[in-house]
């Protein structure tokens, strides 16, 4: 079995900055793409950012001058990098895993609030 598990969410003042965290445990056998995604209220799920084994780096366009995802492939985590948050950047934010072999999986979110 895998665990997907976030971690960093928060209540954040417009213009502030936020690190997200996604640690991955249990049956591992090698991680391919990490990626983050969220989820605003009322809206589609949205991929943010992805990062290959190999560093290779996705950015949604709403975040791609503000946003730094980055891996640690020891410790098989994931983080992203936020700054200069928006009221819009407003969010669940999921980490999604796939894996060279078998099917990804989702953790359960971390609520990331953007407010004055």
């Known amino acids: 079995q895998v665990q997907v598990v976030e971690s960093g969410g928060g209540l954040v003042q417009p213009g502030g900055s936020l690190r997200l965290s996604c640690a991955v445990s249990?049956?591992?056998?090698?991680?391919?793409?990490m990626a983050w995604y969220r989820q605003a209220p009322g809206k589609e799920r949205e991929l943010v950012a992805a990062?290959?084994?190999?560093?290779?780096?996705t950015y949604a366009d709403s975040v791609k001058e503000r946003s730094t995802v980055s891996r640690d492939n020891a410790a098989d985590t994931v983080s992203l990098q936020l700054s200069r948050l928006k009221l819009e950047d407003t969010a669940v934010y999921y980490c999604?895993?796939?894996?060279?072999?078998?099917?990804?999986?989702w953790g359960k979110g971390t609520l990331v609030t953007v407010s004055s």
């Open positions: 999604r895993v796939f894996f060279a072999y078998g099917q990804p999986y």
């Open positions: 249990g049956s591992i056998f090698r991680i391919d793409k």
């Open positions: 990062i290959t084994e190999g560093g290779d780096t």
